[in-house]
Each structure stands twice: as structure tokens, then as C-alpha cells.
């Protein structure tokens, strides 16, 4: 395997995250794409990670710069887990805003996955635009 580009998300990449979003089941982001596309156009750190060409992951976040960095998005494609990449997405982001905590939410299916890298779980809540 070739190393791990890690880089700035651009427009042209969009296609593939919501390839990515799709095998994963995220049919929100897919169905509403054109707000998808505003999200990560408008969010800091919007990262990639490209593997012998390819979309490996992203990870989308919203930060203050200073306290929080929210990582609102972090996938990766099947083909690529186990190798690192996601630690390096992360790694990345708070390599951008080093003083900020991480912080993010985990499914059922994640959660052992964040556990594991010595992430603690904290209680919250969702609530979507269509429920309000």
C-alpha cells in the first residue's frame, strides 16, 4: 500500500464521499446532496484521505479554533479499515487546532473503535431539521 495522503477536501472530490456515504447507509447525506456539498464546503477541517489515488475516508468537522473541534463526519471505505487511516484523519484535524478538545459522536457500530483509541463517551442529543 502506498502511503497515506491525507489533504484539504476540494469540490471534485464530492462524488466519491458520497459513494462513501451511500455503502455506509448514510441516505440523509445522500439524499439531500446538494446541502451535503454546502457542508463540507463551509466546514473546517474538511479532510480526505487518498490511498494509491483513491478516496480511502474523510473526516468533516466544525471548530471554534481554540476550545472544540467536532467531528461531525469520519469514514472509512471497508476496503481501507484497519489501516491507520482514520487515526491519521483525526490526527490531522487536530494537528490544525492543537489547543481544542475532539470530540464527536459514535454509533452502535463505532463505538468500540473510539473506546479503544482512549476516547471517553459523553451523553448528548440530536435532534433534525425535519423533527423541529
Known amino acids: 500500500m502506498e502511503a497515506i ?3 484539504t477536501f476540494l469540490e471534485k472530490d464530492f462524488d466519491a464521499v458520497q459513494q462513501l456515504n451511500e455503502k455506509e447507509g448514510w441516505s440523509g447525506l445522500v439524499e439531500r446532496g446538494e446541502e451535503t456539498l454546502c457542508s463540507w464546503l463551509n466546514s473546517e477541517p ?3 484521505a487518498i490511498v494509491d489515488g483513491e478516496l480511502a ?4 468537522g466544525l471548530t471554534d479554533g481554540s476550545i ?3 467531528v461531525c ?3 472509512v471505505k471497508e476496503s481501507f479499515r484497519n489501516q491507520g487511516i482514520a487515526e491519521k484523519l483525526i490526527q490531522t ?3 490544525c487546532y492543537p489547543s481544542t478538545r475532539v470530540e464527536m459522536l459514535a454509533s452502535t457500530k ?5 473506546a479503544n483509541q482512549g476516547y471517553r463517551s459523553f ?6 431539521a425535519e423533527e423541529m
Open 110 to 114: 463505532s463505538s468500540g473503535y473510539y
Open 46 to 48: 474538511a479532510l480526505v
Open 73 to 75: 463526519d469520519l469514514l
Open 57 to 60: 475516508g474523510f473526516l468533516r
Open 5 to 7: 495522503q491525507i489533504r
Open 123 to 128: 451523553y448528548g442529543f440530536r435532534k433534525s
Open 68 to 70: 472544540t473541534l467536532y
Open 93 to 95: 484535524a487536530h494537528e
